[in-house]
């Protein structure tokens, strides 16, 4: 097995950067559309020194915990880093959590202060504040505080450690050992209430040297994070980046997020599935829209793209006339695609949810190379990865260095290493549920491990359905067939004990509005589209035209249109699953009636 380092606690990983990247860049945000400002690493280990103080002074000490409500952005990763430094623990939550669900994460992880984004996140926590009286303070990212004394913007925070001794925090350092938790990160809950992660200062150190060893980066490469730092993704994302020293910019927000992406020109960024998809759902959209030849050129480049990519996935020499080909599809097509992800990247990473294969193909082929992994929140986010010189699509790959995986006789796929978290917070008995005796995870996947230890999952063992005819179906690869429709935006396949397969989908508003108008169909609000007879033929005909590339059991015979899936509504996680219980049961006269022939 490899050798890894055993980094004492995440502090000693940091200084170890700072040490050999001192004066690069570290991170970087915009400040205004297309104008970023960046601190180099000296600069931001004295901050998180700084910060470190600040939490002292208001009495944070070890195994303190401290709950951020936000969205990602360099005061997040400020903050837990300086919280790891004195021992204390970060609880993510997601700024799009309700005030109900944030009450419930800060108190469950017993937080003893808060930081808010900004004030719309401040009025949320105003809103529970009774509720929780442990709560010393709120600090503000950004924003003017109002006029409470337990309210501080982020530089009169900083401000408060200035007189705390340097050594006091180094000795604090010294005291933090691998075994110690450093993050309780929660569950997003498609079931239950959601659990907390305890993650520990070795399961991070040892994650990000894992992950650092299965992918392709340089020194100085920047990379570009979008995802919500509450999510464990990005989280092991970020102390990857820590270790390597590459430069991270964070997005201004998901609104500016194709304007950014373009502006920041990464080398490399992390992404999950429907970002990609709904790239992909654009760019055919916006061929199919224009038509004529533009239509006939982009289907003639897409065939051209899947060809190269079998080509370049083989191994196989490219002909004299295909080069030719392919360069004439490259300069009408693929450069566009590539401009619109910064114009550099090289490769980007897939997780947390399943890539449709022939997405992964098309933008291979077009000069972008999409690696797909797999993690979950309880081993830090990361067990499997295809490598930038060894790769399958509609595969996760193999382990990263020293993960073990196996699969149960009932084909759940299981994980040991120092990945695997310490346990759930207050919550022994889910534990030992989750967690063998032997150490090994059990993930809930299903799947199958190749003579080359690459792993592929066919599906999750609570959501299998199985059919009145025992047929055992895998809801997600047929939702990711059926999400490649530029008229569908969010699709739940249902059949569980029934006699065939139907679905709930919503429709992308956008693409559906714009059919209409050039349809003549009449509408006031794009609500009224939902039940128009035109618009549901053309989501049937939606699905029967992907229904093709199913066995018939598989296939899906009729739909429900209903509105957005949305975490408001109770129907979606924060990290965009869908809550299919949920939705069942709201939808449960609409599904009842797609039955009742």
Not at 118 to 129: G, I, S
Not at 161 to 184: C, F, H, T, Y
Not at 459 to 469: H, P, Y
Request: aromatic content about 10%; some cysteine; hydrophobic content about 40%.
């Amino acid at each position: 097995m490899e050798q890894f380092k055993d980094y004492r606690n995440i502090h000693h990983m940091i200084r170890e950067t700072v040490d050999r990247r001192g004066p690069h860049p570290a991170y970087q945000w915009f400040v205004a559309p297309g104008e970023t400002e960046s601190i180099s690493w000296d600069t931001f280990y004295n901050e998180v020194i700084q910060a470190a103080k600040s939490f002292v002074s208001l009495g944070i000490g070890k195994n303190d915990k401290v709950s951020i409500v936000s969205y990602s952005r360099y005061q997040w990763v400020l903050a837990d880093l300086a919280l790891a430094t004195i021992g204390a623990i970060t609880v993510g939550i997601y700024h799009s959590l309700p005030a109900a669900e944030c009450r419930y994460i800060i108190d469950h992880s017993d937080s003893v202060l808060v930081f808010a984004e900004d004030h719309v996140q401040l009025e949320k926590l105003l809103m529970v504040r009774k509720d929780l009286p442990e709560v010393k303070k709120i600090i503000l990212f950004t924003g003017d505080p109002p006029a409470d004394d337990d309210i501080l913007d982020f530089s009169s925070f900083m401000a408060l450690g200035k007189d705390v001794p340097d050594a006091d925090i180094l000795a604090m350092v010294d005291s933090v050992q691998p075994d110690d938790v450093a993050a309780i990160v929660y569950t997003s809950g498609t079931t239950g209430v959601p659990k907390g992660a305890m993650l520990t200062h070795d399961n991070l150190t040892f994650t990000a040297q894992s992950v650092e060893r299965s992918v392709f980066w340089k020194e100085d490469d920047g990379v570009f994070l979008f995802l919500p730092l509450a999510h464990v993704f990005a989280r092991t994302c970020v102390y990857t980046v820590l270790l390597s020293g590459c430069t991270m910019t964070f997005t201004r927000s998901l609104d500016t997020l194709a304007e950014d992406l373009k502006a920041a020109q990464p080398d490399w960024f992390p992404s999950v599935p429907r970002i990609y998809e709904k790239v992909y759902t654009k760019i055919v959209g916006t061929a199919e829209t224009k038509g004529g030849m533009t239509w006939r050129i982009f289907k003639w480049a897409q065939k051209t793209a899947l060809q190269m990519s079998y080509l370049k996935r083989h191994k196989l020499p490219e002909p004299f006339l295909f080069i030719i080909k392919y360069k004439l599809a490259d300069r009408l097509v693929f450069q566009k695609i590539r401009a619109a992800l910064g114009g550099r990247v090289r490769w980007c990473i897939s997780g947390a949810a399943p890539l449709n294969p022939d997405i992964g193909k098309f933008f291979h082929g077009a000069g972008v190379l999409i690696v797909e992994g797999i993690g979950m929140t309880e081993n830090t986010s990361f067990s499997n990865l295809n490598r930038y010189t060894d790769y399958r699509f509609g595969w996760v790959g193999p382990p990263g260095p020293g993960v073990e995986q196996k699969a149960a006789p009932d084909g759940e796929i299981m994980f040991r290493g120092r990945n695997v978290m310490k346990g759930y917070y207050k919550m022994p008995e889910k534990t030992a549920e989750t967690i063998t005796e032997d150490g090994w995870l059990m993930t809930g996947d299903l799947g199958e491990i190749d003579d080359d230890d690459f792993l592929r999952i066919t599906g999750r063992k609570k959501e299998i359905i199985v059919t009145a005819g025992g047929k055992n179906i895998a809801p997600s690869r047929i939702e990711g067939i059926m999400i490649t429709s530029r008229y569908i935006n969010q699709i739940s396949v249902l059949g569980d004990k029934r006699p065939y397969l139907t679905a709930l989908i919503t429709l992308n508003t956008e693409t559906v509005e714009e059919y209409a108008q050039t349809s003549n169909i009449p509408y006031t609000l794009a609500d009224d589209l939902m039940e128009h007879p035109e618009i549901v033929r053309l989501m049937e005909s939606e699905i029967k035209q992907r229904n093709r590339q199913m066995a018939s059991f598989e296939t899906i015979k009729k739909i429900a249109i209903v509105p957005e899936f949305t975490v408001d509504n109770g129907m979606l996680t924060p990290t965009m699953k869908v809550k299919k219980s949920r939705a069942a049961e709201c939808y449960r006269d609409r599904i009842d009636a797609m039955y009742e022939s």
